[in-house]
Structure formats: C-alpha cells, structure tokens
C-alpha cells in the first residue's frame, strides 16, 4: 500500500492508491527526447530488442556476459577515499527526473537505474529490476530486486510504479514538459503493483524500447516517501538513493563527501552485471569531490595524487598530462555522443535536397576531426551513432561518398553537378552555421570556420558565415524554434536506437529541430518501435539509415567521439571500464562503485 502522501497531493483524485495506474493516450509523451548512447561500429544484435523479448531466465543470464575489469590475479583491496575534481558549481536542482546533466552526476554515485545495458550495449542487464517476462505483445512483468534505500526500508514494486509513473511526467501533467527522459517509455500505457515486489507494465501498442528507455544512466529511481521524509531535491544533502555510496555532507564548490552504504544491495552472494562476478561492493569507503578553480589547476593536483583521474582531456592537455605524471594510464574508449551539421528544410534553399547532399560533399570530415580531437580519438558515424548494434558500421560509413577522404575530389565533382541540377551553377545564397555560444574558439567555431573555407574553395560566391548567437541560452532558444539556417552541434543520444532515430528524424521527433519530414522514414522508424525481433528491428533501421543518406541529408553527421579518463597508476578496478552507452564521463561515475586502491 503506498503511503506517500506525496503522490496522493501530485494525482490529487486522478490517480487512487494500489490501484491501476492508466494514463491518457498520450499522457505528454512524445516519440522521442534526448539521452545516451556509445560507441562501436559492429555488427551485434540490438540490446533494447533482447531485453523486452527476453523471458525471466534469459535476462538472468544475460546479465553473466559481461568481462571483469580487475586483472585475473589481483588481490582486491579494500578502503580509502576517491578523491575527484569539479571545476564549476553543482547548483542544478538534482532531480534525476527533471534535471538535464548535473543530478545524473550525484545520483551515478548513490543510485540505481532499473535496468543497465552492458559494456558492449548488446543486452540490456538487471539492476533495480532483477528479472522480467514479456507476457504478450502489450504487457511485460517484472521483479524488482530485493535491495534498500539509504533509508533502511525494502524497495518495493509500489517504488517501482512511482518512478515509472514520475519519469514519465504523469505525476505532474502540469509540468510535463520538465521531465526530460519521459519518452524513454514511450507506448506505456499502465503500471500496476500486484505484489510486493512484481510490476505488470501495459502498452498501447507492441513496445520493442521500454526496458531499454529504463537503462538511461539518468533514469535512476527515488523512493516513494522522499518527499513525506523532509526530502528536497535542491537540498543534496537530503538525498536518498540506493546505490553504492550515500551523501555524507554536500557543501557545493567548498568540499562535498560521500560514505560507503553498508547495506548495498550487490553484497555477498549478489554478484554484479558488468563487470560479472563482482561482489560486496563498493570497495572504497567513501569519495570526495574537490572543487579546483580550473583545468590547470585539476591537472596539476592529478600529477601529485591529490585527485585519482581526469576525465576527458583536451589534445593540448593530454600532452600536458603526459609530461607531468609520465605513470598515468589512459582509458580510451569509443562513445555515443556524435558531432554534427543540422539543415533547416524549411529555408530555402535547404528544402531541396540537391542543395543538402551538394554542401554535405564538399568538407573533409577526417581533417575536422584530426584537427580538434586529434587522430585516433575519433569515429565516423552515420545517421545513427555507431555505437549502437543496429547503426550502419563505423568502417563502412568510412567508405562513403562525402566522408570518404580518398574520394573527396569526385565527391566534390559530384557536388557542383547536383547544384548545377538544382539551378546554381554559382551559389550565391547564404549558409549561416550557428554554433552553441558565442565563444569564437573550440570544436564548434573552429569547425565552422574551415567549413566556411572548404565550401567556398568550391564556390567562392556563396555567402557562408558563422551566425553566431548571444549566448547559449539564445542558441538553445533559437534552436528550439528552428530559428536558424545551418547548426553546428553535439547529440548525446537516447539509450535506445529506434528512440534515438525517433527523436532526430521522425516528423514529430523532439530533437528534429529542422522540422525534417518524410512519411517513408516516418513509417519506418514506427515500424521499428513494435519488432521484438531484434534481427528485423536491425533491418528496418538499416533501411532508414541508407534512405536518410542517399534520399534525404537531413543532417550531416561529421563523428563520433571517444571518450578518455587518466588514471594515476594506482587506481584500480577501472580497466576497460568505458561502456559504448553508457555516457561517457558517467561511466566513471557510475563505475566507481568498482574502483579500489593499491597503495
């Protein structure tokens, strides 16, 4: 029976206690949002598709698979305290529900999300969700873990339900709009506790990305009575989670402390998902955040030990890193996130796609990616980010005409001709690129400017320019409202590839910011949300990615980034810790929990 009179307040008559919890047909959810996703280019099943097909049994044991990171042979240690940088204020209201970045970071340490892709995002594994069953089509069940909260009471389904029901935004239809993960469970029509521990979740429809939607790193669950309990989101020191460490004491940008949770539920017996076998965790007692005022001064305390790794250095400062701690060990893994050049199809004149596919020849990408991220630390990608299983690889994207390097002179070749078709043998209109801020340096401006240089190279008399805007806060308003020509940017993108396509490329999409709009990729990506089978759910994707390439160049995608963390010698636990989805600087955090010390 729920007690939290908070949910009662939020529902207030519409929703009655341990009873069928049904929202309206589409309850605020759109097709899609933003979220995660890494990197890779292979040819491995589609995780989402495995994870809400498989039975109980099968996602019990597909969460065995993954490879333990501490070396064989290694004798664990246990105790100390990690000690890593912050460079800028933790302020945001940590509410893992609403919040666009910061309160993933503190709730990477103290929380669970109720499913976790593994490292090679081929499967989704159990995490505050131990097992599930699809029953039919439009209803899946599962069992949620037998765990605690920092507060000492059992999780329970009724938890389960609130959080389903919270991350979705139906606790607060008013405010619906703020929780940004809810299309992560797009097509759940109910959920209902019918036991203390079992969840039966209904669709309107067959529903291939509901499991795989719970494994954003961002998704993690709140207890029902927070709130009942004096818990304030934009008090972290009132926290409660159900993770690995809890907050000890939170003094923003002074000194923040996190203690081990002795009743965490990966104990003896419970052995993990990723890496397999791993148990009693977390090994450390505890962590710190240390507040420096810059970068230099972050880079200077990891050469002295006083902080254990750096996470994402520029090129300039991986070299830095290199001179002063010539121990350090570098992780790099490749992630989801994926830079890109987005049209506007509703300006002319990038509403014909001759015009797309013309400007999409003509810049070298690998010069671009060479010369900000430095070689080796870069992937191409297509329209769906190579990280996932089911996007059109890595190598074979390589090969491509426009972002082929061997073949960027008849690229070029081929470009003028479809101007010419498009009735522009000597452009001369203007191809404004807008990148995220008005800082005129880095990835984005950098990127902009040899664009500018490369197209007008080909023709001298179109007008490009960087169409630089206020201010961040401008460039997401504009961005928003497709108030702009051409953009410059980055996605981090969805835990799941049919929500990532949908939110990019469908007509209703919420990142499709140009408007883009085909009834063909509609169908398709549609068509791909109801495929259980993950080897048919793999085609039809494929099938989209080729029709966006060749038919539409909605967007440009110029790569994928790796990730990279430095690592003083004696940390341990972190090896091959970079998950393809996992997202990024939040696979260290949320790796922590398998970190431990030899010194």
């Known amino acids: ?113 109720g499913t976790r892709l593994d490292r090679e995002a081929t499967k989704v594994v159990p995490e505050l969700i131990a097992s599930w069953e699809q029953v039919d089509d439009t209803t899946l069940t599962f069992t949620v873990r037998d765990g605690k909260w920092h507060s000492g009471r059992a999780i329970d389904a009724e938890d389960a339900v609130f959080n389903l029901m919270r991350i979705s935004g139906r606790l607060e239809p008013e405010q619906v709009a703020r929780y940004q993960r809810r299309t992560t469970l797009t097509g759940m029509d109910s959920a209902e506790a019918i036991d203390e521990k079992t969840v039966r979740v209904k669709f309107t429809q067959p529903t291939s990305t509901f499991l795989g939607g719970l494994s954003d790193f961002r998704n993690s669950w709140v207890p029902r009575d927070f709130f009942d309990n004096g818990g304030d989101f934009k008090d972290p020191n009132t926290l409660v989670g159900s993770g690995a460490f809890a907050i000890d004491h939170w003094e923003d940008e002074v000194k923040s402390t996190f203690k081990r949770n002795p009743e965490y539920w990966k104990t003896a017996g419970v052995t993990d998902t990723w890496p397999a076998g791993a148990e009693n965790l977390p090994y450390l007692d505890g962590l710190e955040i240390v507040w420096v005022p810059d970068t230099t001064s972050a880079i200077a305390a990891f050469a002295g030990g006083d902080i254990d790794y750096i996470l994402n250095p520029s090129r300039t400062d991986r070299e830095t890193i290199k001179k002063l701690n010539a121990k350090a060990r570098e992780e790099i893994w490749p992630f989801g996130n994926w830079h890109h050049w987005r049209f506007n199809p509703q300006r002319k004149p990038f509403d014909d796609v001759r015009v797309r596919q013309a400007l999409f020849r003509v810049p070298a990408y690998d010069v671009l990616a060479n010369e900000a991220l430095g070689e080796g630390y870069w992937n191409y990608t297509g329209p769906l980010t190579a990280g996932f299983g089911a996007a059109i690889p890595s190598d074979e994207i390589a090969k491509m005409p426009g972002w082929n390097p061997a073949t960027k002179d008849a690229d070029i070749a081929e470009a003028k001709k479809l101007m010419s078709a498009a009735g522009m043998d000597d452009p001369t209109f203007d191809v404004p690129i807008m990148p995220p801020s008005a800082t005129q340096a880095g990835f984005y401006f950098d990127s902009s400017v040899r664009m500018i240089d490369m197209l007008k190279k080909v023709w001298p008399n179109i007008n490009a320019t960087i169409d630089l805007p206020a201010d961040s806060a401008t460039f997401g308003k504009r961005q928003v409202e497709g108030d702009f020509g051409t953009i410059i940017y980055i996605i981090f993108p969805q835990p799941d590839a049919v929500l990532e396509l949908q939110s990019q490329y469908l007509s209703t999409g919420s990142r499709n910011y140009g408007k883009f709009k085909s009834q063909e990729i509609d169908d398709l990506l549609l068509k791909a949300g109801t495929q259980f089978d993950s080897n048919e759910r793999k085609a039809t994707l494929i099938e989209a990615q080729r029709k966006l390439i060749t038919d539409h160049m909605a967007m440009v995608t110029i790569d994928m980034p790796n990730y990279t963390a430095w690592l003083n010698p004696y940390v341990k636990g972190m090896e091959g810790f970079g998950g393809r989805i996992d997202g990024g600087a939040y696979d260290a955090w949320r790796h922590t929990e398998h970190m431990w010390f030899d010194k």
């Not at 959810?29 to 039975?55: N, W």
């Open 1 to 113: 029976m729920i007690d939290s009179t908070y949910w009662s307040r939020a529902t207030a008559g519409r929703v009655s206690r341990r009873r069928l919890i049904r929202g309206g047909a589409t309850a605020g959810l759109g097709l899609a949002t933003a979220a995660l996703i890494g990197c890779g280019g292979g040819d491995e099943d589609e995780a989402a598709p495995a994870a809400t097909s498989a039975p109980a049994a099968t996602a019990a044991a597909a969460a065995t698979t993954a490879a333990a990171a501490t070396p064989a042979g290694e004798q664990i240690k246990r105790g100390g305290t990690h000690h890593y940088p912050a460079t800028t204020a933790l302020n945001d209201e940590m509410d893992p529900h609403k919040s666009t970045s910061q309160a993933a970071i503190l709730w990477s340490f103290i929380g669970n999300t």
